[in-house]
């Protein structure tokens, strides 16, 4: 049976809080480090160009039902014709985004500034909780949780018999570095509050490739199913009327 553990008000003091002030701290100061060492580049006018293409397709697709079916018809053709439609991408002129990195020396020096100021961080503050917080028990999750998270909860703590729901220190770093997006989206703002997730996903690819998107956001808009919905609106609003006549 799971045994029940008090935890002593100073682990609190020095060890839980501590670490998640610190690491609020490292995720702001390394925002701005990397705000500094972005370079400024000024935009390729043809990835504007198909970006502005997309958001137009991707308003047209949301607002699909409040368009008559004769205005939406030539729109969706303007945009997904095979022939000079805006979403149309020739074969041979996809874009290899690998290629475009490669060939553009300020892309490849940006994405390993990038990395560097999340891996160099990430490393000191993990040797960091290792030396002094290792093997700590600092909180206990509020409900109960099944065996499954007892790898992810209690890293570094080798005990079968404590109870799944205490966290130990190592466990709360690494869940206070992928879940701190929400107070960053508070003190950074909502554009500037991207989580570590996000930038190990980053890191797998090699930039963006528009003739993807142009592709993905034709093959959404080929497929909507277009249904106007003023009729329903006008019925209902004469049902309305009806009801307050009475």
Do not use: C
Not at 64 to 81: D, L, M, W
Not at 202 to 224: C, H, N, R, T, Y
């Amino acid at each position: 049976m799971a045994e029940d553990l008090v935890l002593d008000t100073a682990i609190r003091d020095w060890v839980l809080i501590p670490l998640s002030v610190v690491m609020v701290l490292i995720g702001i100061l390394r925002y701005f480090v990397a705000k500094l060492m972005r370079s400024f580049q000024v935009p390729d006018h043809k990835i504007v160009k198909e970006g502005q293409v997309i958001v137009r397709a991707r308003n047209l697709r949301a607002a699909a039902n409040f368009i008559p079916p004769k205005s939406f018809r030539p729109r969706r053709v303007y945009f997904s014709n095979e022939e000079n439609g805006l979403l149309f991408v020739p074969k041979g002129q996809a874009q290899n985004a690998q290629a475009q990195m490669f060939s553009d020396p300020n892309m490849a020096m940006d994405m390993m500034k990038k990395n560097l100021s999340m891996i160099i961080p990430q490393t000191l503050t993990f040797a960091w909780v290792n030396f002094f917080f290792s093997g700590f028990v600092a909180a206990k999750i509020p409900f109960p949780l099944t065996q499954r998270f007892r790898s992810m909860l209690q890293n570094g703590i080798d005990l079968s018999t404590v109870d799944v729901s205490y966290v130990s220190s190592r466990s709360w770093y690494f869940l206070n570095l992928f879940g701190l997006r929400g107070l960053f989206s508070l003190i950074l703002g909502e554009e500037n509050a991207m989580d570590d997730t996000q930038r190990m996903m980053q890191m797998s690819g090699f930039g963006f490739d528009p003739s993807k998107s142009l592709a993905s956001e034709k093959d959404g808009l080929d497929i909507v199913q277009h249904e106007w919905a003023l009729p329903k609106f006008e019925h209902r609003a004469e049902a309305v009327l009806k009801k307050l006549v009475r």
